[in-house]
Structures are given as structure tokens and as C-alpha cells.
Nanobody, 112 residues
Framework: QVQLVESGGGLVQPGGSLRLSCAAS????????MGWYRQAPGKQRELVAT???????NYADSVKGLFTISRGKAENTVYLQMNSLQTEDTAVYYC??????WGQGTQVTVSS
């Protein structure tokens, strides 16, 4: 019932920035909390950041102070601003809603 579509991934050099977007197919339903997860090759999927409808946020220790999750002015839209990207941030980034629904993911590659 909930469809999520990520965008904004790509190739960036170390120290660069990217802004990921996640849009839900419907805005009339409550789909929060929403969040971002990532999975690098050969590794488990891990939490990056979450946000509630009341704008309460949580971050993985590895991205605190570097990444920012936020809600857009449009309903059921979240962003992940990623600054100071490093090679270890290379992964497929997935949007999540209600800890149950998943997007297909968007590739983020940090390389020189």
C-alpha cells in the first residue's frame, strides 16, 4: 500500500555532498516514522537516520554531525543531506517507512 521512491544518488568525490530524496506514493495516510538505511557490499543493512512526524530524529553514531534527515514541505517526503562524504559511505541507500516498507534503493559511490 505504501510505495517509496528514492532519488539523488550518484558518484561523488571524497569530501563532497549529496542530497537524497524519498517520496511516498500517498500523503493521506500516516507513514511515519520514516528513515534511511544503507547496505554496503558484503555487509548488513544498517540504520542511518530516522525521523518522526513530530520531527524527532535519530542518527547512527557514524553520521552524527555530518548527515541531516528532514521532512519536506510536501507531505510524506524526506531528505537526507550528506556532507563530507568518505569512501566508507559508499552503499545502496534505502528509504524506509514504518519499519516495514522499503524503497528499491539508490546507489551512492564515493570515489576519487
Amino acid at each position: 500500500q505504501v510505495q517509496l521512491v528514492e532519488s539523488g544518488g550518484g558518484l561523488v568525490q571524497p569530501g563532497g555532498s549529496l542530497r537524497l530524496s524519498c517520496a511516498a506514493s500517498r500523503s493521506i495516510f500516516s507513514i511515519y516514522p520514516m528513515g534511511w538505511y544503507r547496505q554496503a557490499p558484503g555487509k548488513q543493512r544498517e540504520l542511518v537516520a530516522t525521523i518522526t512526524h513530530g520531527d524527532s530524529t535519530n542518527y547512527a553514531d557514524s553520521v552524527k554531525g555530518l548527515f541531516t534527515i528532514s521532512r519536506g514541505k510536501a507531505e510524506n517526503t524526506v531528505y537526507l543531506q550528506m556532507n563530507s562524504l568518505q569512501t566508507e559511505d559508499t552503499a545502496v541507500y534505502y528509504c524506509n517507512a514504518l519499519q516495514f516498507y522499503w524503497g528499491q534503493g539508490t546507489q551512492v559511490t564515493v570515489s576519487s
